[in-house]
């Protein structure tokens, strides 16, 4: 298999580890092993005396139990735990496309959702999206650019990177036409739950039709990104035999301890939700009004969802140039939108993570001694 580089991956590994603000994760502020045992009592003393053999490769039943309460009608047996959502996305993609298949794809968007199927020889048709717009989707251009190649389309809401997302009638009108086409749909929620209005909170797809597939993971919403847990939930037997075959030439099961921190984690969702959400919360009203002092330079669609937004510079600059020198001098990370196969001007903010405020104290100081 040949595969182009992940662009977003190959700038974090210059980065990530060594610039001291990143101020554009995705995922949420994570926690520590102890904080996540203290959630239950007798934990700890279950984590040592766990058993360091192979584990079950669908998942733990008991991490199936737990995911399935995420869902209205998916049953713990319709669920499938991988090494983290990106494994779900590439055995997905592997088991379901064949050289010639047609998908329709958000872009940009988080590039190994359109990558693996180019890398097996697809066609891959874009599903455009733009600030000019407000992001939105256009269900026609959906209409019009379904073919009989077209296998699946592929949706991500909340979306990476704009913080998209769309009414639950949009989400219906998507659902319908798959239905009368009778194609899959792929559907990325790794930031489902981090609606900023919870009566926004679209229904899973798993939920909504037999062949459908929805992609979870406790790195964003749940802020445990080390733990490399994420699952597909699929009423879909046939496919679900297939992926779980596939499995076995990429990781054969999980990681004991992970699923074991991952279960205590589900158990107590809410608190977990409700400590990110609330960063979240607090660190939007300061790029309001960040993005209100500084309107001459930036402009930025709101997100309605999510630990991400992708503003634009105003400024005449190449935003790649502008990333990196504001790296190189202030140690602030921001992702240029060259790595999700963009050439314009937007860049990607992360606002998952408690030391935004100090983060972006970095970039308005850059601001000030660059752009008076
Ligand atoms: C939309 C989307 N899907 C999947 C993933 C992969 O998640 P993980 O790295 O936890 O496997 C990411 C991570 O950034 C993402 O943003």
Redesign the pocket.
């Known amino acids: 298999m040949k595969i182009n580089d992940f662009k977003l991956e190959r700038f974090f590994a210059k980065y990530e580890f060594t610039a001291p603000y990143l101020l554009c994760s995705?995922d949420c502020e994570s926690f520590s092993i102890k904080e996540i045992l203290d959630l239950e009592k007798g934990s700890e003393k279950e984590l040592k005396k766990l058993w360091l053999g192979y584990t079950e490769s669908q998942g733990n039943p008991k991490l199936k139990k737990e995911i399935a309460k995420l869902y209205k009608t998916i049953k713990p047996e319709e669920i499938i735990v991988f090494s983290?959502?990106?494994?779900g996305?590439f055995i997905f993609m592997n088991v379901l496309l064949k050289k010639g298949d047609n998908i329709i794809v958000q872009f940009p968007g988080?590039q190994?959702?359109y990558e693996i199927a180019t890398s097996i020889g697809c066609e891959v048709t874009n599903w455009p999206m733009s600030d000019e717009n407000n992001w939105e989707l256009d269900i026609e251009f959906l209409k019009n650019n379904i073919k009989e190649n077209t296998k699946a389309i592929i949706i991500?809401f909340p979306h990476?990177p704009t913080g998209y997302l769309p009414s639950k009638e949009k989400l219906n009108q998507i659902i319908k036409l798959a239905k009368q086409k009778n194609i899959y749909i792929f559907s990325?929620e790794?930031?489902r739950l981090l609606e900023y209005n919870k009566n926004n909170t679209l229904p899973a797809i798993a939920d909504c039709y037999d062949k459908a597939f929805s992609?979870g993971?406790m790195?964003?919403t749940f802020g445990l990104?080390g733990l490399?847990i994420?699952w597909i939930a699929t009423k879909d037997k046939n496919l679900f035999k297939k992926i779980a075959s596939f499995r076995d030439f990429t990781t054969i099961c999980n990681s004991a301890p992970s699923e074991f921190l991952s279960i205590i984690a589900l158990k107590h969702k809410e608190i977990l939700i409700k400590r990110n959400f609330k960063i979240i919360k607090n660190n939007l009203n300061l790029l309001d009004n960040f993005f209100k002092r500084y309107d001459h330079l930036f402009e930025w669609v709101r997100p309605k969802a999510g630990s991400i937004a992708f503003p634009k510079i105003k400024f005449n600059k190449n935003v790649e140039d502008f990333c990196i020198d504001l790296v190189n001098k202030k140690g602030v990370l921001l992702l240029p939108s060259t790595v999700y196969d963009l050439n314009d001007k937007h860049f990607r903010i992360g606002f998952g993570r408690k030391n935004m405020a100090e983060a972006l104290g970095k970039l308005e100081e850059y601001i000030k001694e660059h752009h008076k």
Do not use: M, P, T
């Open positions: 995705s983290g959502a990106e494994e996305i988080y190994s959702l991500n990476n990325d790794v930031y992609l993971v790195s964003k990104a490399r994420g």
